[in-house]
């Protein structure tokens, strides 16, 4: 599950695996794995994510995470359909939005 990130240019690795409740370790793995992510690095080498590699760990994390593709699956996926994928996703997490604002109303009714 994603906890939605403060809205900032760069994010560390220890915020973004936070965010997704997972190791920091397996966003390394998935930036080797997936050419997608590619995270600026500063003189010391630690990984700073933009939000357009958040947006990519989302949809790496809801193919692998809770769809269950393997990670070949995943990257074929990706590069096959991946402005398909992306659009889904995108209105999947639109409509989840709207179904919390619609629990939080209901809760103050």
Avoid: C
Avoid at 17 to 40: C, H, M, T, Y
Avoid at 66 to 92: M, P, S, V, Y
């Amino acid at each position: 599950m994603y906890i939605e990130l403060p809205e900032k240019r760069y994010y560390g690795i220890g915020e973004v695996a936070q965010a997704f409740g997972v190791n920091a370790s397996l966003i390394r793995f998935w930036e080797k794995e997936f050419d997608i992510l590619k995270p600026k690095k500063n003189a010391k080498g630690n990984r700073k994510f933009t939000p357009e590699d958040i947006k990519n760990l989302k949809l790496i994390f809801h193919l692998v995470k809770e769809r269950g593709f393997t990670l070949e699956g995943a990257k074929i996926h990706l590069k096959e359909e991946k402005q398909k994928t992306l659009n889904n996703f995108e209105i999947i997490n639109k409509l989840e939005n709207i179904k919390n604002e619609l629990q939080k109303i209901k809760e103050h009714l």
